[in-house]
């Protein structure tokens, strides 16, 4: 439980000092992939929506991301020999978290992943592929699916299209600042929104979704509930200021593993590009300015930031080959950072060194003995085991890298269908919510973040919400 009174909450207007200028049956505040994904659904369920997005265009965190959605047991799986099942994909995730989320949430999250993947395919014409070159941590099968270049920007742009074709408004440069609810009831009447010349506006609403992400945003927030990763770079959405949990605490909504994040152990250093785990996972590793190793890097990229920033300057070199540098230029990211002048390139481990800047004998035994690990077999100090991957050999490559905070994942309490509950687990009448506004499923810290774990919640919880928004005021 989440102490109210230590988080500063967010207005909540009485509707009769409202000055509706329009109602819309469902209006959904953030436009990102949650926000966008949840206007799709809520339409295709025949509920007229509304988008508001603080920004001049609808992107959001997702499109910060690599884009890449987890889905259990897909046609895409099948199609490929990939037995998957959403019961083995909730065991994964609940793993991950070391049982420490709700595992009810994280099955019924699974038994609807498929069902998202497909939904966004075949309905809404997002360019969806199965992720099938490597595996992630804590997945047991390749189960993700992404965009043709793997990037977040291009999934977002597929799902304005979508919104586009359907004639979906959103409505850009409007920021939300305040909601009107019934005293008595909670019942949401709508919001105000804020343009960028002090004008404001008021929308009416039968049913409202919280699509507006989390806290990652706001200095004071991450200070109070995540303060290991104080000193870690912000690489995430700047309107991430933690509204939708002030609301919802307004209203008297539960939230839940306010602890939770996603932080990300590889954004190249100066650059901010993120250099993804797909790296790490086939036999690359990293070291500190001395060339020494500090950690089991595999067990995942998000808690893996905390590691690198306690390093000497914040900051740790990714280690790698020629073979792993030709498997991340499948990803735009790292093509950006090859671009960038991020990616250090030498014939031998020695001069590597001297380009990145770090300590050459240091350097030439960690090589040594990562190559050592890899012929034997054995755990190393921290319990990652090289075996199965071939040693590195030259030429070698190298990023100079800092720990990040990418975005939260406490937030909300909300049932499989989204509907934010309160305390006693009774619902909100109308309120929802998704993606970075809602609890996550990577329980109370980082370690708990399985990748794609903050795409499921939005992309799912967004589709399940809108969905269930438009039931709601279909029925009255």
């Not at 909100?428 to 609890?439: K, M």
């Amino acid at each position: 439980m989440v102490d109210a009174t230590a988080v500063e909450t967010a207005p909540i207007l009485p509707p009769s000092s409202a000055n509706f200028s329009a109602h819309v049956p469902v209006l959904v505040v953030g436009g990102g992939g949650c926000g966008l994904t949840a206007a799709l659904a809520a339409s295709q369920a025949g509920a007229e929506v509304l988008v508001l997005e603080r920004d001049a265009s609808a992107l959001g965190t997702t499109a910060m991301s690599t884009g890449l959605i987890p889905g259990a047991n897909t046609r895409l799986q099948r199609e490929r020999g990939i037995v998957d099942s959403p019961e083995l994909f909730a065991a994964d995730i609940v793993q991950k978290a070391k049982g420490q989320t709700d595992q009810g949430i994280a099955l019924a999250l699974a038994r609807e992943s498929a069902r998202t993947i497909e939904w966004l395919i075949d309905d809404h014409q997002v360019p969806l592929s199965l992720v099938d070159s490597f595996l992630y941590p804590g997945h047991s099968v390749m189960r993700m699916h992404g965009s043709p270049n793997r990037t977040g920007s291009e999934l977002m742009g597929s799902l304005a299209a979508a919104c586009e074709r359907r004639g979906i408004d959103v409505l850009t440069e409007a920021q939300v600042t305040e909601l009107f609810a019934d005293a008595g009831t909670g019942v949401v009447r709508g919001a105000r929104l804020r343009r960028p010349d002090g004008s404001t506006e008021d929308i009416g609403c039968d049913a409202l979704v919280l699509a507006c992400c989390g806290f990652a945003g706001n200095e004071a927030m991450v200070r109070q509930y995540i303060p290991e990763i104080e000193g870690a770079t912000f690489f995430g959405h700047p309107g991430n200021k933690g509204d939708a949990i002030r609301w919802g605490l307004a209203l008297g909504a539960a939230v839940r593993d306010i602890h939770s994040y996603q932080g990300h152990g590889g954004l190249a250093a100066g650059r901010g590009i993120p250099i993804l785990w797909p790296l790490i996972m086939e036999g690359g590793f990293q070291v500190n300015v001395h060339g020494r190793r500090f950690s089991n890097e595999a067990r995942g990229y998000s808690e893996q930031a905390v590691e690198v920033v306690a390093q000497p300057g914040h900051v740790a070199w990714d280690v790698y080959d020629a073979r792993l540098h030709r498997l991340m230029l499948e990803f735009d990211d790292y093509r950006d950072a090859v671009e960038a002048r991020a990616v250090l390139s030498a014939d031998s481990v020695v001069a590597l060194a001297a380009l990145a800047g770090i300590d050459a004998s240091g350097l030439a035994a960690t090589v040594a003995e990562v190559a050592a690990l890899v012929k034997s077999g054995e755990a190393d100090a921290w319990g990652r085991r090289f075996a199965g991957k071939p040693p590195l050999a030259a030429p070698y490559y190298a990023v100079k890298v800092t720990g990040a905070l990418f975005h939260t994942q406490g937030g909300l309490a909300v049932d499989p269908e989204g509907r934010v509950l309160r305390e006693d687990g009774s619902a909100l009448p109308n309120l929802f919510a998704g993606g970075g506004a809602a609890r996550g499923i990577s329980g109370p810290s980082s370690w708990g973040y399985m990748a794609g774990n903050g795409l499921l919640t939005a992309t799912t919880f967004g589709r399940l919400a809108g969905e269930a928004a438009a039931r709601q005021v279909a029925h009255g």
